[in-house]
């Protein structure tokens, strides 16, 4: 049943909660994608099934949280995050973060590590506002978001077009992680379909380069695609964080 977290500045956060054993759950959604989606239910099932504790919420402006999407941004969204585990979990949780989720993922971890039992990622897409959108823009679309704040963007998952603001751009370089040290002292595992059309292969090997921790692994998935949500691929999610499980209890 969906409940709700009056989280920071009065944005009200949806959220499905399991109970179950330690250390739990949570998954963290991409970018205009909500709890909703196959990857986050397959996990409830998983966990319940296992008896595990398991989370998933809406960002604000996504699913059934407050707030319209197109006036949130990376900051508003990692501090989203930081209220439901904060306030909804308790111990170390593994973290399941998916495209943008990933990025948020990382942004917690480096916020608080000693929450962390660890770490799974799938296509995790950080610093994508930089180098994905703003890195993509042509010259028009870059006057565009200066002149009017927003520009649109065809999308391949909704009829809508995306809408790119210039604070969504310039609020993404404040929380970068890419251009600093980036300790994972747990265990980590990345998951990166060799098809992406989103999220180049290329951003989890880079990924996997600059982090720095004693159990970091990257998985390819010849063939997969930006959702990796193949029976095949959903159950790699399930076998990654039984891994990181294993190391943590």
């Given at each position: 049943m969906t409940q709700y977290l009056e989280g920071p500045q009065g944005r009200r956060i949806a959220y499905n909660r399991v109970g179950g054993q330690g250390p739990g759950v949570v998954f963290l959604g991409g970018f205009r994608s909500d709890m909703q989606g196959s990857k986050a239910l397959?996990?409830?099932?998983?966990?319940?099934?296992r008896g595990r504790a398991f989370l998933r919420f809406d960002y604000s402006g996504h699913g059934e949280s407050s707030g319209a999407f197109d006036e949130g941004a990376i900051g508003d969204w990692f501090q989203d995050a930081l209220a439901v585990i904060r306030g909804l979990t308790e111990g170390p949780q593994v973290l399941v973060g998916s495209s943008m989720g990933g990025w948020i993922s990382l942004?917690?971890?480096?916020?608080m590590p000693e929450r962390l039992a660890g770490l799974v990622t799938v296509a995790a897409a950080p610093d994508f506002t930089e180098r994905g959108f703003w890195a993509g823009f042509s010259k028009a679309e870059r006057a565009a978001l200066a002149e009017s704040g927003r520009v649109e963007l065809p999308s391949d998952y909704a009829d809508e077009p995306y809408v790119i603001t210039r604070r969504l751009i310039e609020d993404g370089r404040d929380h970068l992680v890419l251009d600093k040290p980036l300790p994972l002292p747990f265990p980590v595992r990345f998951l990166q379909g060799t098809a992406d059309a989103d999220v180049p292969m290329s951003w989890a090997l880079d990924l996997l380069d600059h982090a720095s921790g004693e159990d970091m692994r990257l998985t390819l998935v010849k063939g997969a695609d930006h959702r990796f949500s193949t029976p095949d691929c959903l159950e790699?999610?399930?076998?990654?964080?039984?891994?990181?499980?294993?190391c943590a209890e």
């Amino acid at each position: 049943m969906t409940q709700y977290l009056e989280g920071p500045q009065g944005r009200r956060i949806a959220y499905n909660r399991v109970g179950g054993q330690g250390p739990g759950v949570v998954f963290l959604g991409g970018f205009r994608s909500d709890m909703q989606g196959s990857k986050a239910l397959w996990l409830e099932d998983w966990a319940r099934g296992r008896g595990r504790a398991f989370l998933r919420f809406d960002y604000s402006g996504h699913g059934e949280s407050s707030g319209a999407f197109d006036e949130g941004a990376i900051g508003d969204w990692f501090q989203d995050a930081l209220a439901v585990i904060r306030g909804l979990t308790e111990g170390p949780q593994v973290l399941v973060g998916s495209s943008m989720g990933g990025w948020i993922s990382l942004l917690v971890a480096r916020t608080m590590p000693e929450r962390l039992a660890g770490l799974v990622t799938v296509a995790a897409a950080p610093d994508f506002t930089e180098r994905g959108f703003w890195a993509g823009f042509s010259k028009a679309e870059r006057a565009a978001l200066a002149e009017s704040g927003r520009v649109e963007l065809p999308s391949d998952y909704a009829d809508e077009p995306y809408v790119i603001t210039r604070r969504l751009i310039e609020d993404g370089r404040d929380h970068l992680v890419l251009d600093k040290p980036l300790p994972l002292p747990f265990p980590v595992r990345f998951l990166q379909g060799t098809a992406d059309a989103d999220v180049p292969m290329s951003w989890a090997l880079d990924l996997l380069d600059h982090a720095s921790g004693e159990d970091m692994r990257l998985t390819l998935v010849k063939g997969a695609d930006h959702r990796f949500s193949t029976p095949d691929c959903l159950e790699l999610i399930g076998a990654a964080i039984n891994e990181v499980l294993a190391c943590a209890e």
